[in-house]
């Protein structure tokens, strides 16, 4: 099966300019999250949907960061106007079933984003 | 989710066996045990996950002793793109939709 598409893979802007950034998830996967990986670090939560709903999205800035799932599939993340401070790789991932059970989600390769 | 702790960086030469252990002392009865793999410039990779005792497939073995308080994970003969980052983490089995909570990971390099 596909896996999690994202795009684009790289992008660079300035700061105060604004960005999106596009993710396809596993076809039939109810649930979808936006991470965000700054060098060195591991992957935290911006945002987490269930079909086309907000599960979580306590850690996402929201001044300056949007999410949304049109139609419980795409999805797309949005920030503006940019900061020095988000420079980093943006992944999507996705996952089947419900609430229990396995904690595999399957990731896509991510967007990295450089602000100068 | 429990707290985990494991080792920053491990390296290793092509053909060894690694052991990259995992301490989680806070862990909860209905808690799992879940590893992944994160290779440079790709997302993460679930590579196994496991309750007690030992969990095999094809990429790797998860050996949790009984009192469930650490984990190992094992590689058998690395090869030189066995290289990347592995993240350690638990979690209540009936959360598994929720977010994953990752660490610094531990970053293992093989040689030659």
């Known amino acids: 099966e596909a896996g999690v598409a994202q795009s684009p893979r790289y992008k660079i802007i300035e700061k105060r300019q604004s960005v999106a950034f596009w993710c396809n998830p596993i076809?039939?996967?109810?649930?979808l999250y936006w991470y965000q990986q700054i060098l060195g670090q591991g992957p935290k939560l911006l945002i987490q949907?269930?079909?086309?709903?907000?599960?979580?999205d306590s850690q996402l800035p929201k001044d300056r960061f949007s999410a949304e799932r049109l139609k419980g599939v795409d999805s797309t993340l949005k920030i503006q106007p940019a900061k020095l401070e988000d420079s980093a790789v943006y992944l999507c991932a996705s996952r089947a079933g419900g609430l229990q059970g396995s904690y595999e989600q399957y990731f896509g390769p991510g967007t990295r984003l450089t602000v100068t | 989710l429990a707290k985990t702790t494991q080792p920053i960086s491990m390296d290793s030469y092509e053909g060894q066996e690694v052991n990259i252990t995992c301490s989680h002392n806070?862990?909860?009865?209905?808690?799992?045990i879940t590893w992944y793999q994160q290779f440079p410039s790709q997302g993460p990779r679930f590579i196994i996950q496991g309750y007690k005792t030992k969990v095999t497939n094809e990429v790797a073995s998860l050996f949790i002793p009984a009192d469930r308080k650490s984990s190992t994970l094992s590689l058998p003969r690395v090869s030189l793109s066995d290289t990347a980052v592995y993240y350690c983490l638990v979690g209540d089995s009936y959360q598994a939709g929720t977010a994953l909570i990752f660490g610094k990971g531990t970053t293992l390099s093989v040689s030659s």
């Open positions: 806070n862990i909860a009865t209905n808690d799992y």
């Open positions: 949907f269930q079909n086309n709903g907000v599960v979580d």
């Open positions: 076809s039939g996967h109810a649930t």
